[in-house]
């Protein structure tokens, strides 16, 4: 079983639809990475958190540390939302390493 | 802040020969990372580095080698290119350990 894994592994929706993809993980946490990989390649951190919420723009990400569960809400999407975003944890006895997720192909129709 | 960049963004190499993927950030970060993303497949840690002069394996680190000797500049060392070295590397940057800064990436391909 792996230490982090994403639901769902593809999403497919329409623009304006509210998006959900989760992260679940088993590990003992200090903190949660959210990126996004744009179709380019091209890596960029969207939000680190280690409790409640946090929201930037249209993107808000919370995390359940009792339950080991994180998700990352997207409200109007927009087909320029379409990426591939990766959870990544911070385990709470390591200073540098993080345990990638591998990641949800979301795609936005117009 | 030009943040994290990387050079080459694109490099054909032939089998056994060698070459050095560059990347420079300029936010003071201590650590530096190099990961390798195989097509369709999630990031692998190749070296990492807590400071100038201290670097250390990740989960890949075969076939490949670092120097950190100012905080500045993270340079990843391909020495003997294998085919199963094609792979897109990307360096990444982050202050004490939180939240990562990457660059754009290096396109590689061993023939």
């Known amino acids: 079983k792996n230490e982090v894994e994403q639901s769902p592994q593809n999403l497919t929706a329409q623009e304006g639809e509210f998006i959900t993809i989760n992260c679940s993980y088993s590990v003992g946490i200090s903190a949660l990475h959210w990126l996004q990989q744009h179709p380019g390649g091209g890596i960029v951190s969207l939000f680190m958190?280690?409790?409640?919420?946090k929201k930037h723009g249209r993107l808000i990400a919370t995390i359940n540390i009792q339950e080991k569960h994180s998700s990352l809400h997207i409200t109007a999407s927009h087909p320029r939302d379409s990426a591939v975003y990766i959870c990544?944890?911070?385990?709470?006895?390591?200073?540098?390493?993080?345990?990638w997720g591998a990641g949800t192909k979301l795609i936005i129709k117009p | 802040n030009a943040g994290v960049t990387q050079t080459p963004k694109f490099r054909i190499l032939k089998i056994g020969q060698s070459m050095t993927l560059q990347c420079t950030q300029d936010?003071?970060?201590?650590?530096m990372y190099w990961y390798r993303q195989d097509p369709g497949m999630g990031l692998k840690l190749i070296y990492y580095?807590?400071?100038?002069?201290?670097?250390d394996k990740g989960e890949v680190p075969n076939g490949y080698n670092v120097s950190r000797s100012t905080t500045e500049d993270f340079p990843l060392r391909l020495e003997l290119a294998a085919p199963s070295q094609t792979s897109v590397y990307f360096c990444a940057s982050s202050l004490e350990g939180y939240e990562q800064y990457f660059g754009p990436g290096t396109r590689l391909t061993v023939t």
């Open positions: 936010m003071n970060h201590n650590y």
């Open positions: 580095s807590v400071g100038a002069g201290i670097t």
């Open positions: 990544a944890v911070k385990p709470g006895d390591s200073n540098y390493q993080l345990i």
């Open positions: 958190l280690s409790s409640g919420k």
